[in-house]
């Protein structure tokens, strides 16, 4: 028995190192199975997660591209916004102008001239003297400016009916009068008034001295102002600083929806 079990075990051996043996085959043919699954799912985790890359990578173009047009599109409607009130701003102080009867031209200074004496030496012009251009100097901050040609328009220009749908529905800020002071400021693009502060596309309630409440979304926050766009007819209106410090106009929060 011990001489067939060594025979039988030195036979084993040998086709084992021939590869031939019955169990070794078995045991090689699972090992390949395992290895090709495993190189399958490894090329199948390769490319789920290849097709997720594409899709955010599609995904946050799509934002990038969005997010441009849309500051494209505020940028180009600020600026509209701007020149149109610029432009507003030049007619009215032409129109107060011819109103008021002021003139740009320097009228030239009545001087009476003496007769000169036989013995009287010939005067020598002074040529160091230029006549000063004339200038015209703004005291006034551009709010108050425009707060003044709208009582001048109010008081001297006939009223025109404005259709409230109409972009140029602008309403006046009323005649100011010494009352509570505001604190107002704006701070890395969000204004900080009354103790709270406000951003860009948030839902506000803004009310004047007339007790007139309008229902506005903030549009843009500036430097100097804010424009707000009315949720009735969507026309945008300007408000500066200084109107919201001295009390001409008012914000409050409301809810968005």
């Not at 699972?30 to 890359?53: C, G, I, M, S």
């Not at 997010?67 to 009215?92: P, S, T």
């Not at 425009?146 to 001048?152: A, S, Y």
């Not at 009323?174 to 948030?202: C, F, M, N, V």
Request: hydrophobic fraction near 30%; proline fraction near 5%.
């Amino acid at each position: 028995m011990y001489q067939d079990k060594l025979a039988s075990l030195k036979r084993q051996l040998q086709q084992l190192q021939e590869g031939t043996l019955q169990e070794y085959q078995k045991r090689m043919k699972k090992l390949d199975q395992q290895y090709k699954e495993r190189l399958r799912n490894a090329d199948l985790f390769l490319q789920l997660e290849t097709e997720q890359v594409e899709r955010n990578y599609i995904k946050e173009k799509k934002a990038a591209v969005k997010e441009f047009d849309d500051k494209k599109v505020e940028l180009k409607e600020n600026l509209i916004a701007e020149l149109e009130e610029k432009k507003k701003m030049i007619e009215n102080e032409k129109l107060t102008m011819e109103l008021t009867g002021d003139s740009m031209e320097v009228k030239p200074i009545m001087t009476r001239k003496l007769r000169r004496r036989p013995n009287d030496p010939v005067p020598i012009p002074d040529k160091r003297r230029k006549p000063a251009p004339a200038q015209l100097n703004y005291l006034l901050t551009d709010e108050q400016i425009m707060e003044d040609l709208r009582t001048l328009n109010k008081l001297k220009s006939p009223k025109r009916p404005v259709s409230p749908s109409s972009p140029e529905h602008v309403p006046s800020a009323p005649i100011e009068t010494p009352s509570q002071r505001y604190e107002a400021r704006i701070e890395e693009g969000k204004l900080y008034y009354d103790k709270r502060w406000y951003h860009k596309s948030q839902a506000i309630y803004l009310e004047s001295k007339d007790n007139t409440k309008i229902s506005c979304v903030i549009s843009s926050v500036g430097t100097n102002e804010i424009w707000v766009r009315k949720t009735s007819d969507s026309t945008k209106m300007r408000i500066y600083l200084g109107q919201l410090q001295r009390g001409a106009f008012v914000i409050r929060r409301r809810s968005a929806a």
